[in-house]
């Protein structure tokens, strides 16, 4: 297993979000939410990195964060050495360039109106960097064939939908793949052929991995450490392996004990 020691990509100290409910009184504000609390975390240059955590345990509130897609109430996050956290959007082009999602559902996050060879280039086409041959190459990577490039997103399977996700978000060249439930809204037949694809681009292409899932099972299949959720806290991490094998902390372990697994099907 490679050694990440000393090389921090991101960066994220003490991130706390409180989110406020609608008001019921005229007099008091909404009551608050903490989404997030004193969350923590390095991932290093070259990792696969798991937050794995059931619905509303944060774990999606986190990866806006990191994405800077949100903003945090306080704490601070830092890309690559430069801090992200409160930043203008227009300064935010090295990090657009260099991090991009692959979101649950294709079929939402793809524009049915768009040909598939639109939908890939629309990254570059947006930072303005040169299109060229590279949609074709990137087609070839995720394993769909050139002809696809000329159809709509509903002419595919899920499955194939998800590749063109992937495709899309390796277009710029990022050096951080953030996967955000990837396989969740898929087949189970078609699952392994998704994460085993994701496993070969990261290690092919040099990427880093933040993969965040609800099974310990689909992260243990794809990352080298994780990072278990619970109520807003990180409330244990280390090598997915050694958690696996003897989780310290009772919410991995009811997590273990409670969800599915895909053995045998990878």
């Not at 004193?38 to 798991?50: A, K």
């Not at 399977?157 to 992937?166: N, P, T, V």
Request: hydrophobic fraction near 40%.
């Amino acid at each position: 297993m490679p050694t990440h020691a000393g090389t921090p990509l991101i960066e994220a100290r003490g991130l706390n979000r409180v989110y406020r409910r609608p008001r019921t009184s005229l007099t008091k504000p909404g009551a608050a939410v903490h989404a997030l609390r004193d969350v923590s975390l390095t991932i290093g240059r070259g990792e696969r990195y798991g937050i794995v955590g059931e619905s509303g345990s944060g774990k999606s509130t986190l990866l806006r964060l990191l994405c800077a897609l949100d903003r945090p109430t306080s704490g601070t996050i830092a890309f690559d050495g430069q801090e992200i956290t409160g930043r203008p959007e227009r300064s935010l082009r090295f990090l657009r360039e260099n991090l991009q999602i692959v979101f649950q559902d294709p079929m939402s996050s793809l524009d049915p109106r768009m040909r598939v060879r639109d939908l890939v280039a629309e990254p570059l086409v947006a930072l303005g960097l040169p299109v060229g041959d590279r949609v074709a190459e990137l087609l070839d990577e995720v394993g769909l064939p050139a002809a696809a490039a000329d159809r709509y997103p509903h002419q595919f399977s899920g499955g194939q939908r998800q590749r063109i996700a992937i495709a899309r978000a390796l277009a710029p060249r990022p050096k951080v793949l953030v996967a955000d439930e990837p396989v969740s809204a898929l087949d189970v037949s078609v699952r392994g052929q998704i994460l085993n694809l994701l496993a070969d681009l990261v290690d092919e292409l040099g990427l880093t991995l933040v993969f965040v899932s609800h099974d310990l099972s689909v992260v243990r299949h794809v990352c080298e450490t994780v990072a278990v959720m619970s109520r807003g806290e990180i409330v244990e991490t280390g090598p997915v392996d050694e958690v696996w094998a003897a989780p310290a902390h009772p919410y991995t372990r009811t997590l273990l004990q409670a969800v599915p697994t895909l053995e045998g099907l990878l």
